[in-house]
């Protein structure tokens, strides 16, 4: 039985989510499947990861229509979610599985570090999916007309959701807010560049 199904959209993010694919593959055991969903890159290269299951979208349609389609092929008790460019902690797979078994919640929260910054998230108010893992019949669709902070539209459905929440006191997931080339980077970058032009500067 699969208890635990992990979608992780790849746009692009080769090197990182190699590293990221090579943790894993030390951790997955029978009772988790890894779902990642090329968005349009064409990528090969990662073929070589015979445990992860792996769909090739014919273009571009976005991280949120990427998570729809990993959603669409989840058969696990429980729900998890990876950005392809972040990283999980060593015992990320066996932490989760065990709150599983012991049922502790529908959604299960867990720290996680902000890498780019070196912050330490403990009980963070963060909207990030992937701060959590849910048990699949409260887990929302993703708003596919939502292009930035698509975490935002399902936070605000999964809070309309009656379920029960507990929080695991473990750092389990490395996050990098700001990477170049990331949607954050990119939106982060067009404000600089008008507040730039705004005071007369070159950009």
Request: charged letters at 30%; one cysteine or more.
């Amino acid at each position: 039985m699969i208890k635990l199904s992990i979608i992780i959209p790849y746009y692009n993010t080769f090197d990182y989510t190699f590293i990221l694919l090579k943790e894993l593959e030390r951790q997955v055991t029978e009772e988790v499947e890894i779902i990642l969903i090329d968005d349009g890159c064409h990528e090969t290269r990662l073929d070589e990861f015979g445990f992860v299951k792996i769909t090739h979208l014919d273009k571009n349609y976005g991280a949120s229509h990427a998570w729809n389609v990993g959603l669409d092929q989840a058969q696990g008790k429980f729900i998890g979610f990876i950005d392809s460019d972040d990283m999980v902690s060593n015992d990320y797979i066996s932490t989760l599985i065990k709150a599983i078994d012991d049922d502790l919640a529908d959604e299960i929260v867990f720290n996680f570090i902000d890498v780019s910054k070196n912050i330490e998230h403990r009980h963070s108010k963060c909207r990030a999916v992937w701060k959590a893992i849910y048990r699949k019949n409260i887990v929302p669709r993703f708003d596919e007309d939502k292009l930035f902070n698509t975490d935002v539209p399902f936070r605000r459905q999964l809070l309309n959701t009656k379920h029960t929440i507990y929080y695991l006191d473990k750092f389990l997931y490395e996050y990098k807010s700001i990477r170049e080339g990331s949607i954050t980077w990119k939106k982060l970058r067009g404000i600089f560049q008008k507040e730039a032009i705004k005071n007369g500067k070159k950009v």
